[in-house]
């Protein structure tokens, strides 16, 4: 099953702006959502709407969700409530390619829009913070992260994750309790390097 949600299927204005589905006021920019309830002054607001990711109004008319398994069309982002832990192995098979790490914006507002725009404008990886109505309303639990990654990167996160495990080096690791661990042989090799004591 699909769902298509356009300006008019929206309940809350920060999706409208932050997907571009119609002309942000200037009564936004000046700080109002924001203030008195969430920040402590109009200037804060302010800020914080000017940061707003937002996408051009008028790109696009609306957004189109499925479950990536039954999706019948090809999405732009894909878009993964995890755990910390998966958070975790998702962050290092998305860097697994290139060596570099997603930069991302946080917010405790806006999960919505903030897992879906800053992703589908960089084209990089993001991670965002499920936020009040998220959390209200879509049910989002408290040990829940948001891992967004644009389609075309798919493949390589996938590689990542097939390479890790046919190596014997599981994204998911599981804990170990020692004495003493040791240090695999690049890293003990740049602790020396820098003056530290391995054996």
């Keep these: 099953m699909a769902i298509a949600m356009l300006k008019e299927d929206m309940w809350c204005p920060e999706a409208v702006a932050g997907y571009g589905m119609a ?3 200037e009564y936004f920019f000046e700080g109002h959502t924001r203030f008195p309830a969430v920040v402590s002054s109009l200037e804060a607001g302010k800020n914080w709407a000017h940061a707003f990711p937002r996408l051009e109004p008028g790109k696009f008319i609306g957004i189109l969700v ?3 398994s039954t999706a019948e069309f090809k999405p732009d982002v894909v ?8 958070l975790r192995a ?12 997603p930069v991302c914006r946080m917010s405790a507002a806006g999960a919505c ?6 992703a589908l404008q960089s084209g990089e990886c993001h991670v965002a913070v499920p936020c009040t109505g998220d959390r209200k309303w879509a049910m989002a639990q408290d040990d829940e992260m948001i891992f967004s990654i644009p389609e075309r990167k798919m493949e390589g996160l996938i590689k990542a994750f097939r ?5 014997g080096r599981p994204m998911a690791p599981r804990p170990r309790l020692m004495p ?19 054996d």
């Design 23 to 25: 002309k942000v006021p």
């Design 113 to 118: 829009v903030y897992a879906v725009v800053p």
């Design 66 to 68: 499925a479950r990536l």
């Design 180 to 198: 003493e661990y040791e240090l695999e042989e690049s890293y003990a090799k740049v602790a020396k390097m820098m003056g530290m004591e391995v």
């Design 163 to 167: 390479y890790s495990d046919s190596h």
């Design 90 to 101: 998702l962050l290092q098979a998305a860097a697994w390619e290139t060596g570099k790490d």
């Design 79 to 86: 878009v993964i409530y995890c755990n910390s832990a998966q």
